[in-house]
């Protein structure tokens, strides 16, 4: 129902399309370059339209005409990064997209006097205090149209934009929420309201208009909520309703394939995207995330040495460099192209936490922190620094103090098993076997990524003597590796085939006995103790004649198991 | 500039720079120098100096009426005019012009002064800056200069709209890191020594954020933002402040050298014992336990002595808190501290000792020994927020001990005396804990002796002193709780004194329930039979004895008496009774003393019959419980004491006497409108 709803809704595709080519020219002609590049991209996406149904020009108007002159002259002077310049002729013009470029043109101006000032300020206290000094005489001339109703919608989306800039987040919120309502197709504004919601209830909170870009807003908010199986539903309707060709939806699909860890989905989604566009360098850093994740060296090498060759000077380039060179053991050197990329882009996230990373495997660990606290700064929700800063200390054996940056990192992804696991890990070394316990169960419980939780948990019984509880996780463990299919390096399954024999043994299981003993002959290191525990069980076999007898002695010894182990069938089990 | 891979904010380690106000003040200083100022004049603007080179930038209004008020006519401003008014070139002028510290030897601005020193710094800043940081300077020394003198008229339409971004933004410049450390370091002395004085913990939030969104580096502001959250009482802003302040010291302790043990690992140890304490005073025990053991084994692992010695304070102070036996622990806490020489960690050892010495009835003058020898420690090293604490408690120990003259004594010796501190040296009172703590034992002093407008001028002080948001707020809330509950029971409204329990439970859990123990056990008392109290009182007696507590032993003297009055044997109670009556009349409160009297006047009533000395005997000391009643108000005993003298009187024939005895008990009647109770059968 919902499916068909949504299909009618973009029923009209030619009709988008016609919406988005407008669209266009309105952001072409205000200088909104990166509004303009995803409305194009969508629009790239869409079948072309026959010619007489291409959109008719908008309407010229008078004042338009008035200022045309000046106008053409102003942009030309924008486009060539001469703000002060372009604002000087567009003073006294009435028309409305004049009167947006006067307003842009000294808002680009601000900043970009601010960037360079910021090289060259007074003292280190005064670098936060440098800010854009056109910005409270545009918020002042801005507010007065608002309150007389006089903007537009793209000088609506541009007070906004100050308005965030000034940290007036609230009516920031209520400014891009009136933009986004007076002009839809305005992609900046959307995505300018998105930086600013912190949860869903916010999300809910807010009333936008019913479009069909809404479902790209709601799928890309979806995403940074990290309600990445809302996401991906949202985006699949979006390919099955017609975008199938978009390189926007296809990587925003990648990326949240990258978010929940389906690494093979991702990696498959990015080679398609670098198909259809060779030349992308967005979103790439992720990619080689990917790469670097599976240990596919010659895949990124590849990957790296095509950016350097588009363009070596992109932060994505930096960190794909990076992780190539992390993946070659290479540490001082990746550690030198993150510290590129936050030179190129201070504000890059990804970077201080991919050099926290380095600076732990060079064992420099103090640098590493300060890396992470850099990336708590820029994001304070970003839960690898967090882990990061927790695996630090745990390297200097300081369990106590990690707990806390572990639990942050798990209040930010409630459901990563990795942060479980390295709470239960510290858990374990204060010896609050409690809670350790519970943090390994709860790390198998949402699906445990790295199948250490179940082996640590049967591990942890084992020690505090719960042998029944031990037997049954190291069970769980045993299914759970060999339902994953794939061979695992670090699986001990042996470890688990072992105890359950001497498990079985010990409570007279003596036909699960043997065949956990017999599985335990597959592997070198548990050969011999298989052997010996056959021998075990035949000799035993042979004193007690009747197998009635084990009706009579039933398990009535001190570990009688409260939860009877149900016998494997290891039948199934082929390593 | 990158160490180790880390980028530093404060490139060139100029810890100051020039800004417009820095400009006025060296105005002010050349103007100094120049011309002639009278004597007293200069004498003023000497001692401003050093607060406007240190303080927060001041905009020029604040900044003229600060010096205007030393000496009216300077003619600095009139420089800065030409400097404003002017062009570039005056500014380059000004600094050109500047007496070099170097070279004038005889003037006050010699390089090693405090005046050359500034003067050193703001012309090897000025002398830093680009091109354009000098044109960006002097436009800023012009709207500085012209913000103040031009009328707002203008610019009055601005002014509406921007409200809201006015308050945060003009409030107060950006600080430079030389004012920002100062500013640090007066808060968080404040915090510990002066709270009242200190900003108020929002106002200093709000100081803190403007200043780390200025510099993020800034550590030391993240540890003075988690002692703002302690006073807030708010966990989980303080535990972030608190790791994130070491998460940069640990990089800033780190010069250079990416594993020297001396760098970062000694943080890393007093960042756990931080944290250990931090969860020891928000009450998580166990949390805390887990915290102070890593920090030991991290400092045993790098054999750091001085951390080890910290941690085994807060370990004895952690099983104190648990309510465990600690005292061998503090004991070989004593003397590590004495063998590795650290006289601070050593003296507070002993003073706990002490205390937990006092409270298991050790021998007095043993514990009186060790705080006397404590205290030529404190003197020697003026260790004076020790000899504050030391002062403080010898007042708690006399007063446990009933002995009520000295405890007075040392209270007042510590209220008397000035503060030792260089900062704020001969400033009369401190607001630290200790001053709190005697103020409250003066409190409930006069309070015993009935003098309860001093006491509520005491609390009126207390109040002002240590408002209610401030941490030490609790102990004169409990003593003032404590206070009325007494004057309640001594009154025997019973129904008044039960929601100040209530009241005292939610501040002090111990202190609550003991209080209601002892309103119950009077209860029983009232009504069970009188035999089966004794043995319980003699213990009481003996143990009181054995801890040397002598007021609590003089009560239990008082119970036994009585009991042994209403048991019929009035000369035994009468021998017991003398056993008590000095220390009562020389340390008691006053009702200990008006009930002993009536007690004993009662006991020669009942030994001499209708013999007239002992009658003679009673009158006296009748007389007497009157006076001490009367000035405790304390209408219902005084109706009991109304009611024996009448009928004294009227057994010796003095009719006159007798009458004015039974009128006074009757007014005394009528006015509390409760029926008396049968026989006396309260103390």
């Not at chain 1, 991209?41 to 079948?47: C, S």
């Not at chain 2, 708010?234 to 001396?262: M, V």
Request: with cysteine; hydrophobic share 40%.
């Amino acid at each position: 129902m919902k499916m068909a709803a949504l299909c009618s809704e973009f029923g009209d595709l030619a009709q988008i399309k016609k919406q988005l080519i407008s669209v266009i020219s309105l952001c072409k002609e205000r200088g909104l370059l990166h509004s303009a590049k995803w409305a194009s991209e969508l629009a790239f996406a869409l079948d072309p339209l026959p010619k007489d149904n291409l959109p008719p020009e908008p309407a010229f108007t008078e004042e338009d005409a008035q200022d045309l002159d000046a106008l053409t002259l102003a942009k030309s002077y924008f486009d060539l990064k001469e703000y002060d310049r372009a604002a000087y002729f567009l003073k006294g013009c009435c028309s409305q997209k004049a009167y947006f470029l006067y307003m842009y043109s000294r808002y680009l101006s601000g900043e970009k006097k601010k960037d360079d000032e910021t090289v060259d300020s007074l003292g280190p206290l005064e670098k936060g205090q440098v800010r854009n000094e056109a910005l409270r005489e545009l918020r002042v001339e801005l507010s007065k149209k608002h309150t007389a109703r006089e903007l537009d919608g793209f000088t609506l989306y541009l007070y906004g934009v100050v308005l965030r800039k000034l940290d007036l987040l609230k009516e920031a919120v209520e400014v891009f929420v009136e933009a986004i309502q007076a002009l839809p197709l305005h992609w900046g504004a959307w995505l300018e309201l998105s930086n600013l919601i912190t949860n869903i209830e916010m999300l809910k909170s807010l009333s936008l208009p019913d479009c069909w870009i809404k479902d790209f807003f709601m799928a890309h908010m979806y995403t940074e909520l990290q309600m990445i199986k809302e996401a991906l539903q949202k985006y699949q309707n979006l390919i099955e309703a017609g975008f199938s060709k978009s390189t926007y939806i296809i990587s925003q699909i990648a990326v949240a394939y990258h978010n929940i860890r389906d690494i093979d989905q991702a990696l498959a989604l990015f080679n398609e995207l670098r198909e259809h566009d060779p030349y992308r360098i967005d979103n790439m850093d992720t990619f080689s995330n990917l790469l670097y994740v599976k240990s596919m060296k010659p895949e990124l090498s590849y990957l790296a040495h095509n950016l350097v060759e588009i363009d070596k000077y992109r932060v994505e380039t930096c960190c794909v460099i990076g992780n190539y060179y992390s993946l070659r053991s290479q540490h001082e050197k990746a550690a030198l192209y993150f510290q590129r990329a936050l030179k190129l882009n201070p504000r890059c996230l990804g970077a201080w936490t991919l050099m926290g990373h380095e600076y732990m495997e060079m064992k420099n660990t103090s640098a590493a922190i300060q890396a992470y606290r850099h990336a708590i700064e820029v994001n304070k929700r970003d839960y690898r620094a967090w882990y990061g800063l927790g695996q630090t200390y745990e390297i200097l054996k300081m369990p106590f103090y990690c707990l806390y940056y572990y639990r942050k990192a798990h209040q930010l992804r409630p459901n990563d098993s990795r942060m479980l696991v390295a709470l239960g890990e510290s858990y374990e070394k204060l010896s609050q076997q409690v809670e350790a316990k519970k943090c390994y169960w709860r790390a198998y419980s949402v699906g445990d990524v790295e199948k250490m939780a179940l082996l640590k948990l049967a591990k942890l019984h084992e020690q505090l003597n719960e042998s029944d509880d031990a037997a049954q996780c190291y069970m769980l463990y045993i299914q759970d590796i060999f339902s994953c299919g794939e061979q695992l390096e670090h699986a001990e399954v042996s470890t688990a085939l072992r105890y359950l024999g001497q498990y079985y043994f010990k409570n007279k299981h003596y036909d699960e006995a043997s065949l956990c003993a017999q599985r335990c002959c597959d592997y070198n290191d548990a050969r011999e103790e298989g052997k010996a525990l056959l021998r075990q069980i035949s000799q035993v076999r042979d004193q007690v004649e009747t197998p009635s007898a084990d009706l009579f002695t039933p398990l009535s010894n001190n570990n009688t198991p409260v939860r009877r182990v149900s016998p494997l069938n290891l039948i199934s089990f082929t390593p | 500039m990158m160490t180790n891979g880390v980028v530093h904010a404060n490139v060139f380690g100029i810890k100051d720079w020039v800004s417009p106000y820095k400009i006025s003040v060296l105005a002010l200083l050349y103007e100094m120098t120049s011309s002639k100022i009278t004597l007293p004049e200069r004498r003023r603007l000497n001692k401003l100096i050093l607060p406007l080179q240190q303080g927060p930038d001041l905009t020029l209004g604040q900044f003229l009426k600060t010096v205007e008020e030393c000496c009216p006519q300077t003619a600095y401003a009139v420089k800065l005019r030409s400097m404003a008014d002017g062009e570039l070139k005056d500014m380059e002028y000004f600094f050109s012009t500047l007496p070099t510290p170097f070279t004038a030897f005889d003037s006050e601005a010699y390089k090693t002064s405090v005046v050359g020193l500034f003067m050193r710094h703001m012309l090897l800043a000025y002398n830093k800056l680009s091109f354009s940081q000098v044109y960006k300077l002097y436009k800023s020394l012009q709207h500085y200069y012209h913000s103040h003198y031009d009328t707002v008229g203008d610019r009055a339409d601005k002014e509406e709209l921007d409200t809201p971004l006015h308050e945060s933004e003009l409030r107060r410049g950006p600080l430079s890191q030389k004012q920002a450390e100062y500013f640090l370091a007066r808060q968080a002395y404040l915090l510990k020594n002066d709270e009242n004085k200190a900003l108020r913990p929002a106002a200093l939030q709000e100081e803190l954020n403007n200043m780390l969104k200025f510099n993020p580096d800034f550590a030391e502001a993240h540890y003075l933002n988690y002692l703002n959250s302690m006073r807030v009482q708010d966990i989980f802003l303080s535990a972030h402040s608190l790791l994130h302040y070491f998460d940069r010291l640990i990089l800033s302790g780190n010069e250079g050298k990416s594993n020297g043990d001396e760098g970062y690992g000694r943080s890393l140890r007093y960042a756990a014992l931080n944290l250990a304490s931090l969860h020891c005073r928000f009450g998580h025990y166990q949390q805390a336990d887990l915290a102070l053991q890593e920090a030991i084994r991290i400092a045993q692992e790098s054999n750091d002595h001085v951390c080890l010695q910290h941690c085994l304070s807060w370990l004895y102070t952690l099983e104190h808190m648990k309510g465990s036996e600690s005292t061998v622990l503090t004991q070989d806490s004593v003397k590590m501290a004495a063998h590795f020489c650290l006289p601070y960690l050593g003296s507070l050892d002993i003073q706990s000792l002490v205390q937990q010495g006092a409270m298991q009835g050790k021998a007095a003058h043993k514990l009186m020994d060790a705080l006397k020898d404590t205290e030529i420690l404190h003197w020697k090293h003026s260790l004076s927020e020790l000899i504050e604490i030391s002062l403080a408690q010898t007042t708690s120990i006399w007063r446990m001990y009933g002995k009520s003259t000295m405890a007075l004594q040392q209270a007042q010796l510590l209220l008397n005396m000035s503060s030792l501190e260089p900062v704020n040296f001969g400033v009369h009172q401190n607001n630290t804990e200790a001053f709190a703590v005697a103020l409250c034992h003066l409190a409930e002093l006069h309070a015993e002796q009935g003098l309860y407008s001093a006491t509520s001028e005491i609390f009126q002080h207390l109040k002002e002193q240590f408002p209610p948001h401030t941490q030490h707020s609790k102990l004169w809330m409990l003593c003032d709780l404590k206070i009325q509950f007494e004057r309640h029971m001594n009154n025997r409204k019973y129904h008044l004194a039960e929601p100040l329990v209530k009241a005292m439970s939610a501040l002090n859990k111990t202190e609550g329930l003991y209080r209601v123990m002892l309103s119950t056990a009077e209860l029983h008392w009232e009504s069970s039979s009188f035999s089966t109290a004794l043995p319980l009182l003699l213990q009481a007696l003996a143990l009181a004895r054995q801890h040397h507590l002598q007021s609590l032993a003089s009560e239990a003297i008082l119970h036994l008496a009585f009991t042994q009055l209403m048991l019929g044997i009035p000369e035994q109670a009468l021998n017991v009774l003398h056993e008590a009556m000095e220390p009562i009349l020389a340390h008691g409160a006053v009702i200990d003393k008006g009930r002993a009297m009536l007690l004993a006047a009662r006991c020669h009533m009942a030994v001499a019959g209708f013999r007239l000395k002992g009658q003679a005997l009673a009158v006296d000391g009748l007389n007497e419980a009157e006076s001490y009643f009367s000035r405790l108000n304390c209408k219902e005993r005084l109706r009991d004491v109304h009611y024996l003298q009448a009928q004294l009187h009227r057994s010796l024939g003095q009719t006159a006497r007798s009458n004015k005895s039974a009128m006074n008990f009757r007014l005394l009647d009528q006015e509390l409108q409760s029926p008396a109770p049968p026989v006396f059968m309260q103390l």
